[in-house]
């Protein structure tokens, strides 16, 4: 096993959801042990089917701490954690408090969408936990051009895929598929909680 990831999904799909479950096959077969669960709002609408926004910060938070020691009192660490999008910046929120082996972050939202002024970078300046950030080149919550001006934390490694969106989808003339992404960010991923960061 090349290690152990609390994966939380992002603000509009649930734990399930195409994304989350290539991803989660893919990291299997790269030997990491994946563990998904869902913030309340989306359990919510996955009962009943209505369509509601996430949870106030507060809220996700206490989730992700809820689920953090559930997860670690059936099967006691080491463990990883991380998320797409909003789910790995709520990760983020905690990973020093948590104490995770490390944080792993799909897409990181490090603004909201048109909203490039207002960015969600300042506790990244001093987070000490091992990080693993693989965005897209192209990715409309923060590019790589906009990224090169936030001050990150050395702690932080990012991973760029070419042409890539908020999906990690490149371009089709870019010459890649979805699919190679994805294997690429799963590789990636196994190798930094392997050990190989």
């Not at 463990?79 to 082996?101: N, Q, Y």
Request: charged share 25%; with cysteine; hydrophobic share 40%.
């Amino acid at each position: 096993m090349r290690g152990r990831l609390i994966l939380a999904h992002g603000a509009g799909a649930p734990m399930d959801s195409p994304f989350m479950t290539e991803m989660a096959e893919r990291l299997g077969e790269n030997g990491v042990r994946v563990v998904r669960f869902e913030f309340p709002y989306m359990a919510d609408r996955r009962r009943d089917g209505g369509r509601r926004p996430p949870n106030p910060q507060a809220r996700l938070l206490e989730c992700w701490r809820q689920v953090w020691d559930a997860v670690n009192a059936c099967e006691p660490g080491p463990w990883a954690i991380g998320g797409k999008s909003m789910g790995g910046r709520m990760a983020s929120l905690l990973a020093d408090e948590l104490a995770p082996t490390a944080l792993v972050c799909l897409g990181y939202p490090f603004h909201a969408a048109g909203k490039p002024e207002k960015p969600r970078v300042a506790h990244l300046a001093t987070l000490a936990t091992p990080t693993l950030i693989v965005q897209g080149e192209r990715d409309a919550l923060g590019n790589r051009e906009r990224v090169a001006g936030y001050l990150l934390s050395p702690a932080i490694r990012l991973l760029w895929l070419s042409s890539a969106d908020h999906d990690l989808k490149p371009l089709k003339a870019s010459g890649f598929s979805h699919a190679q992404h994805l294997q690429e960010a799963a590789r990636a991923v196994a190798d930094f909680l392997g050990g190989g960061r």
